[in-house]
């Protein structure tokens, strides 16, 4: 009797031993789940793919003042004029860094913790910014060309004035022509940078916009106008070498002066059209998709595993 218990025994050991090992081995090896589980190891992969990018927010007098639009998102926000700048330049750089982290491993200077701010300001200290002809995009010669002269809006223009001989002169200048550069005299700067957080490319933000803007002069007098929003940026690679540089802009055509509304309305699509401007931004499959992928598969051969 004893006998065919042990057998009985054996054979049910036996049968449960293979059957643990058609359902994975994590029950019996891993009781405390130690060993990465597949998803695991896919995401580890999908980081070792990505570049490293570590990103710069904008100087706070980088954000040109707009005199004739401020009043109203004060107003409407209950801050003050520099708690309202704060706002934009916080959500922005949070914004963008989500949008860059599809890509990238992303590091902001401005939200990482108190040693990278000190290095932001170090970025400040050492940083010379000035107007620089920006790069036309094909889509964009092609629309110029299409539109002629018929109902063109006229670019934006600032005065510039000087003192030359003794005597004031002006004259205009396009600034939709132009984007706002940066450039850091000691390249030796941005290699430390690099060194220090590990990054392969720097974009830095350089200047901020947020203006009223009117499509007729009729618009003026009712008090019709949209909002305006551009950012300037550079993107540099790890030696300090400036790989691209531009302006994104979008535009609120409705009156709108709440400013979560304009931050949810603009700032996804200004973040957008910097992305795609960094190298490496589309050599692949979309990242989201990749995860989706990857995921896919990963839960089909980790799916015995119980949390």
Known sequence: MVCVSKKILISIFAIFGCFSLALGQDFIYDPDKKVKSDVEYYAEGEKKDKKKL??????????????????????????DLNGLHKRFRQALDMIMSEKFEEG???????????????????????????????????????????????????????????????????????????????????????????????VDLLVFVNQFELKKSFGTGEDVAYGKYGREVIVHYS?????????????????????????????????????????KHIPGANSALDAEQKDKLHEKDATHQDILRKD
Do not use: C, W
């Open 235 to 275: 993107i540099f690679n790890k030696n300090g070498k400036q790989l691209y540089g531009n302006r994104a802009v979008d535009r609120i055509y409705e009156k709108q002066d709440h400013v979560n509304e304009i931050i949810a309305e603009t700032f996804p699509d200004v973040s957008a059209e910097v992305y």
């Open 54 to 79: 570590l990103l710069i927010a904008y100087k706070p007098v980088m954000h040109l003042p707009d005199p004739g639009g401020d009043v109203e998102l004060v107003m409407k926000s209950g801050k």
């Open 104 to 198: 990238f491993i992303v590091t902001s200077l401005l939200h990482a913790n108190d040693s990278s701010k000190i290095d932001l300001h170090r970025v400040y200290g050492v940083a010379n910014y000035n107007y620089e002809e920006r790069p036309v995009e094909i889509e964009e010669s092609k629309k110029l060309r299409n539109l002629g002269n018929a109902r063109k809006k006229r670019p934006s223009k600032d005065v510039e004035t000087r003192i030359h001989g003794g005597q004031i002169s002006s004259r205009d200048i396009d600034r939709s022509r132009q984007y706002m550069n940066v450039s850091i005299p000691d390249s030796s700067f941005i290699t430390h940078l690099s060194a220090k957080y590990d």
